[in-house]
């Protein structure tokens, strides 16, 4: 198996939380809490699942809790998912019960294709998160304990 990458992904277990940003061009299962951006080739949320911050994705499967942007080619929330930020998708299936407080935006495939690759250049990687996103980032960190 030398030289083939590993279809096994990263798993973010409930009872972990990581504060920062995730970038990895593999598959990412997170069931605790990340505090920060994630992005990755394919995400999939569980219902006890929360991310504070963008996502940023090929295939993004939700049933937890975003609190930021989605930006992916193909995008289902599931039931459970509460998704507070906007969802850039080509592809958009929502279940019944899903709750959603933001814009969804329909765009062009290849625009995405082309985000994604810059992304993935850990030197370029162009921010994640919305300037509302960042201002209350900066408000919440200047809140006392």
Avoid: C, W
């Amino acid at each position: 198996m030398s030289g083939s990458k590993s279809n096994v992904p990263s798993i973010i277990s409930s009872n972990l939380t990581v504060t920062g940003n995730m970038v990895t061009d593999g598959d990412v299962q997170i069931d605790g809490t990340i505090d920060g951006d994630v992005h990755s080739k394919q995400i999939t949320l569980g219902e006890s699942g929360v991310v504070n911050g963008a996502i940023k994705a090929d295939l993004a499967r939700i049933s937890g809790t975003v609190n930021g942007s989605i930006t992916a080619r193909v995008v289902e929330l599931g039931r459970t998912a509460k998704i507070t930020g906007d969802i850039n998708h080509f592809s958009l299936a929502i279940e019944p019960g899903a709750y959603i407080q933001g814009q969804m935006t329909h765009v062009d495939e290849q625009k995405l294709k082309s985000s994604a690759q810059n992304g993935a250049d850990k030197r370029a990687t162009p921010s994640l998160v919305s300037e509302s996103d960042k201002k209350a980032g900066e408000t919440a960190k200047s809140l006392p304990n």
